[in-house]
């Protein structure tokens, strides 16, 4: 991944129990700020997600694209871009270590491009913000659950 942004953070978890929630879709709109919808289809031999259709909904940003997943058991996530109205690249990843403690360090990687014009420096502040604020909030429900 080009240009990415990397983040971690340390959740009170096993690694199953943050890919657990991780890979329940039909639950984002309940924690993920914004996130109107986020419809599965498709589905591995593990029966999780191949492709997620998502709708943001943040003034004053509102999206719908898609995005495809490929999953490596409870180690690691990533995805890519199928379609979307704003988003014109998005790939992206969360890798899970167990720190062997009962904890568990997550790693989101992200690389956007959007299909309006921004410069290079607002682009990484608005991933890094994407970033901190998806890693807060998969913690808090993980922790919560």
Known sequence: MADQTTSSIIV??????VMDVIADFPAYPQWVKGMAVAQASGSTPEGRAEKVRFVLDVPPIKDDYTLAYTWDGDR???WTLVDGTLLKTMNG??????LGDGTTEVTYQLALDLAIPLIGMLKRKGEKILIETALRGLKTRVESL
């Open 76 to 78: 690691k996530v990533s």
């Open 12 to 17: 009170q978890a096993s690694p199953t129990a």
């Open 93 to 98: 990843a969360y890798l899970l270590r167990d």
